[in-house]
């Protein structure tokens, strides 16, 4: 049995299965063909933070691979009020067949894990979002890394740069992770006290990954530039201090420029326009921010079936 508990969780074969096969799904998505390889197959989602896309894309994913889905949140379930997440984990999985996890610290989901007869998603972590890393790459690779048959061809991404702009967070961990499995360059500049930590991030050296003090610097030459909130959930009472901190780390025009010509925008999204993008990024030509959110659930579809069926055809 697999959990999907952080990116290295797969190797750069499984991720190349994944996004072929997302792609599978995606098209008879789009061609209202029925694709229900999980009938009576049920996911249960337990939200201890705050969710739109995760929300919808693990549920009408998962309803439309022909299974059913059960939303749990700390203030409507035992979790709240202190039911140990071992029990929590023995009860829940002899009932579901697999598990995905919106928490706070990542020793919570693994504690979970280890006691779950079913395989568990990360769904956000403090730490960690890795269902997001894998959309934003098939989205990469759908605008600019398709093989001449139109497949998504992670060797397009070997020798590419990501620019990261702003907080050490858990996008910034899980992308430092996917460079070093699918061979490409991260380009981190955060403000100071708000670094990557390579020991948080997991991953065993530094070479896949690049700090820049200047964010314009981090983007001259990317082939993506890519943000995140100032203030990631559960870090609200760090707001006010964080808003100062980051001032100069905002994705402008500028920043746009100083990348490829044909660079791509990105942001896991929800967005604060005015605070770590413009308007005119976000909104602009170079933005793919809605495929991304989009490709959340066509991943995600292929993840699920995968966990729990292996690979297919
Ligand atoms: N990007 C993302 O995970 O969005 P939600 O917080 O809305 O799920
Ligand atoms: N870093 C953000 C991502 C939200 C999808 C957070 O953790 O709140």
Same mark, same amino acid.
């Given at each position: 049995m697999k959990h999907y508990l952080q990116f290295s969780d797969f190797g750069a074969d499984e991720y190349a299965y994944l996004f072929e096969r997302a792609a599978l799904i995606k098209r008879k998505f789009k061609a209202y063909?029925?694709?229900? @390889? $999980? @009938?009576?197959r049920t996911l249960a989602m337990i939200f201890e933070k705050a969710s739109t896309r995760t929300r919808v894309s693990f549920e009408a994913g998962m309803y439309q691979l022909g299974g059913s889905v059960v939303h749990l949140t700390t203030g409507d379930s035992q979790l709240g009020r202190a039911e140990p997440i071992e029990d929590s984990a023995k009860v829940i999985s002899r009932m579901v067949d697999l598990v995905m996890i919106r928490t706070f610290e990542q020793t919570k989901i693994e504690a979970f894990a280890a006691h779950s007869r079913v395989p568990v998603i990360n769904g956000l972590t403090n730490e960690f979002h890795p269902c997001q890393i894998l959309a934003d790459l098939f989205t990469l690779l759908e605008h600019r890394?398709?093989?001449?048959?139109?497949k998504p061809d992670p060797?397009? $991404?070997?020798?590419k740069t990501v620019a990261w702009v702003g907080d050490g967070n858990n996008m910034a961990n899980t992308w430092l992770q996917a460079a070093d499995i699918l061979g490409f360059t991260v380009h981190v500049s955060t403000p100071s006290g708000y670094e990557v930590d390579q020991s948080v991030a997991g991953?065993?050296?530094?070479?896949s990954y690049k700090v820049f003090a200047n964010p314009m610097d981090a983007c001259a030459g990317a082939d993506l530039v890519t943000t995140d909130v100032w203030t990631s959930m559960?870090?609200?009472?760090?707001n006010e201090a964080r808003k100062k901190a980051f001032n100069d780390w905002c994705v402008d025009q500028d920043m746009m420029r100083a990348a490829k010509p044909d660079a791509l925008f990105m942001h896991c999204l929800p967005a604060h326009r005015g605070e770590e993008v413009e308007a005119e990024v976000i909104?602009?030509?170079?933005?793919?921010v809605w495929d991304e959110a989009e490709n959340r659930m066509h991943v995600q579809k292929a993840l699920m079936e995968y966990l729990l069926l292996g690979q297919q055809g």
């Amino acid at each position: 049995m697999k959990h999907y508990l952080q990116f290295s969780d797969f190797g750069a074969d499984e991720y190349a299965y994944l996004f072929e096969r997302a792609a599978l799904i995606k098209r008879k998505f789009k061609a209202y063909e029925r694709h229900q @390889t $999980l @009938t009576d197959r049920t996911l249960a989602m337990i939200f201890e933070k705050a969710s739109t896309r995760t929300r919808v894309s693990f549920e009408a994913g998962m309803y439309q691979l022909g299974g059913s889905v059960v939303h749990l949140t700390t203030g409507d379930s035992q979790l709240g009020r202190a039911e140990p997440i071992e029990d929590s984990a023995k009860v829940i999985s002899r009932m579901v067949d697999l598990v995905m996890i919106r928490t706070f610290e990542q020793t919570k989901i693994e504690a979970f894990a280890a006691h779950s007869r079913v395989p568990v998603i990360n769904g956000l972590t403090n730490e960690f979002h890795p269902c997001q890393i894998l959309a934003d790459l098939f989205t990469l690779l759908e605008h600019r890394g398709a093989n001449p048959q139109g497949k998504p061809d992670p060797a397009f $991404l070997r020798g590419k740069t990501v620019a990261w702009v702003g907080d050490g967070n858990n996008m910034a961990n899980t992308w430092l992770q996917a460079a070093d499995i699918l061979g490409f360059t991260v380009h981190v500049s955060t403000p100071s006290g708000y670094e990557v930590d390579q020991s948080v991030a997991g991953i065993r050296s530094s070479g896949s990954y690049k700090v820049f003090a200047n964010p314009m610097d981090a983007c001259a030459g990317a082939d993506l530039v890519t943000t995140d909130v100032w203030t990631s959930m559960g870090y609200e009472a760090e707001n006010e201090a964080r808003k100062k901190a980051f001032n100069d780390w905002c994705v402008d025009q500028d920043m746009m420029r100083a990348a490829k010509p044909d660079a791509l925008f990105m942001h896991c999204l929800p967005a604060h326009r005015g605070e770590e993008v413009e308007a005119e990024v976000i909104d602009g030509p170079q933005s793919v921010v809605w495929d991304e959110a989009e490709n959340r659930m066509h991943v995600q579809k292929a993840l699920m079936e995968y966990l729990l069926l292996g690979q297919q055809g």
